[in-house]
């Protein structure tokens, strides 16, 4: 999980902490749970754990779907999912058993659905990861686009949203304003404005000064790359024509 966020205290509690499916996966990694910035024991909230433990449960999912971790895939998931190394074996524990669980991907998105109900954007950081890990190696395969399709069902995203979130990852057609959530052909100033609007709201600062984990910063930090691309590619196509 998160950079100095493991603990040696015991898994069974940080379950009860998270309850559900993920509080089920989260207490069977034995002798680990999650402590809090400050060394308490999970903190005012366990939001944190559950964004981490959700994303690293459902890139589990995803490579078992796919069946086939390439070791690209492996780099992306390190990036994604940041750890000390003394702690890779905590998270390499906790992605292994997510994949043999009985409990489907089903069952771990529909809690993250339900824990962030009310902040979406943490939803689509989520599928944002998983993008990042699954376009690793280049391409996205029909399984893995399957699968990410299905989680953002259940996340409650619609149609534009995924296109939107995709074309951050893989070249669709339109897709530079597919990025910023335009139709082609808008003008200039419009262009300009939701670039600085995206900006604001995507940049990592904001994730850090909402107390977020590393992984939803080095999200949005890629996220916020993609945004600036798109809108560099857009004043490119208007500098040539």
């Not at 959700?54 to 086939?68: C, Y």
């Not at 669709?172 to 082609?184: F, I, K, N, S, T």
Request: charged share 25%; glycine share 10%; proline share 4%.
């Amino acid at each position: 999980m998160s950079a100095g966020l493991w603990g040696k205290i015991g898994g069974a509690g940080l379950g009860l902490a998270i309850g559900g499916p993920l509080g089920a996966l989260a207490g069977g990694v034995a002798g680990h749970y999650l402590i809090d910035r400050e060394g308490a024991p999970f903190g005012r909230t366990p939001r944190d754990v559950v964004f981490t433990t959700g994303l690293v449960a459902l890139a589990a999912k995803m490579a078992k779907s796919d069946g086939v971790v390439t070791p690209s895939e492996v780099e992306a998931f390190g990036k994604v999912v940041q750890v000390e190394p003394a702690e890779r074996a905590g998270v390499e524990r906790l992605f292994d058993l997510a994949k043999t669980t009985t409990a489907g991907f089903e069952a771990y998105a529909s809690q993250l659905a339900a824990t962030f109900s009310e902040e979406p954007a943490l939803l689509e950081d989520v599928l944002d990861g998983l993008f990042h890990i699954a376009t690793a190696d280049g391409a996205i395969h029909e399984a893995e686009e399957r699968y990410l399709n299905a989680v953002a069902e259940i996340f409650g995203l619609d149609e534009a949203a995924f296109r939107r979130i995709a074309a951050r990852h893989v070249r669709l057609a339109d897709d530079p304003y597919l990025v910023l959530g335009l139709e082609r052909g808008t003008d200039a100033a419009a262009v300009k404005a939701r670039h600085r609007q995206l900006v604001s709201e995507n940049h990592p600062d904001r994730a850090i000064a909402r107390g977020l984990p590393p992984e939803a910063v080095a999200i949005a930090t890629k996220r916020l790359a993609a945004i600036n691309a798109a809108y560099d590619r857009i004043e490119a196509e208007g500098a040539s024509q």
